[in-house]
């Protein structure tokens, strides 16, 4: 069976971290393993603490990879907000990672490999898909292009390509082949500030205080979509990555553990409902128009 943990953030985030890792059998690295960890750092602003991924988990997985003896390296690419270096030097992220003595690569100049997708060509960096361990750090959120944005659609931030907007049609078939493609060794899910309504950037901010880990994608993705209220299976590239074998988005086939989930569940507004459009004014004012 597939495991998730949840576990209630109360004043140590380090300590949910490690509780969440341990509650699934931890790690389980080998010293040899250079571990690529992929955050969600779509912006460079992060209003509320609910755009990208909380540093504080950030650190906190660095540092239990550390203490495994392994090398790392934080990655994202270039998106529509900006080069992925200039997101992470505005977001603050290289200053962490200065401190943390842990390298940043920006994917979108990595080495690559061709695959066909959806009637184009993804360049997919060599870094990524020769991962010795593959870390997901994935940001609970609403996504105005497939309802949720978790571990699945964290991945459509790994592959080179500027303007991914192109592919928001597509996005059905690119999730699923992502979710095959990319090794997910271990995923750390920051349910602490989350984002309901117009994800994923300028929606209203909603706070779950939950740490989810896991080591399958897809039932990682099941379990938060219910806390967030929906059923997983309207999640299309959620349910075709089921289909496809990837993981299991049946509740008597994942084993949960920690809090039980139906105690923290929230009904995230869904995108583009006349509620969410009017509450994300503010964001808009925050993301956009602040300096």
């Not at 964290?154 to 095959?180: C, M, T, W």
């Not at 139906?262 to 869904?270: A, G, T």
């Amino acid at each position: 069976m597939s495991k998730v943990s949840i576990v209630k953030v109360e004043d140590d985030i380090n300590a949910a971290v490690r509780h969440s890792v341990g509650l699934v059998g931890g790690m389980n690295l080998k010293p040899s393993q250079h571990v690529v960890i992929k955050p969600n750092i779509c912006n460079s602003k992060n209003p509320n603490g609910m755009v990208i991924t909380d540093f504080r988990v950030i650190e906190a997985v660095v540092e239990i990879v550390k203490e495994k003896g392994n090398e790392m390296t934080i990655v994202e690419s270039d998106n529509i907000s900006g080069t992925a270096d200039k997101r992470a030097k505005k977001s603050g992220l290289l200053d962490l990672l200065d401190v943390l003595d842990v390298p940043f690569l920006n994917l979108s100049h990595d080495d690559y490999e061709e695959h066909e997708v959806a009637g184009t060509t993804l360049r997919m960096p060599r870094t990524v898909m020769d991962a010795d361990y593959f870390i997901n750090l994935p940001k609970m959120k609403t996504c105005a292009h497939t309802l949720v944005t978790l571990a699945l659609k964290n991945l459509y931030g790994v592959f080179q390509r500027k303007k991914k907007s192109k592919l928001h049609k597509h996005l059905d078939e690119v999730i699923p082949f992502l979710a095959e493609k990319v090794r997910n060794d271990f995923i750390v899910l920051d349910g602490i500030n989350c984002m309901e309504g117009n994800g994923p950037i300028i929606g209203t901010h909603l706070c779950l205080n939950l740490i989810l880990a896991g080591t399958n994608p897809v039932s990682v993705d099941s379990i938060a979509s219910r806390l967030m209220g929906f059923d997983p299976a309207e999640v299309s590239h959620l349910a075709l990555s089921n289909e496809r074998g990837v993981g299991e988005l049946d509740l008597d086939k994942i084993e949960v553990s920690g809090e039980d989930w139906k105690r923290h569940v929230q009904e995230f507004e869904r995108p583009f409902s006349l509620k969410a459009t009017l509450k994300s004014a503010r964001t808009i004012k925050d993301i956009y128009l602040s300096g």
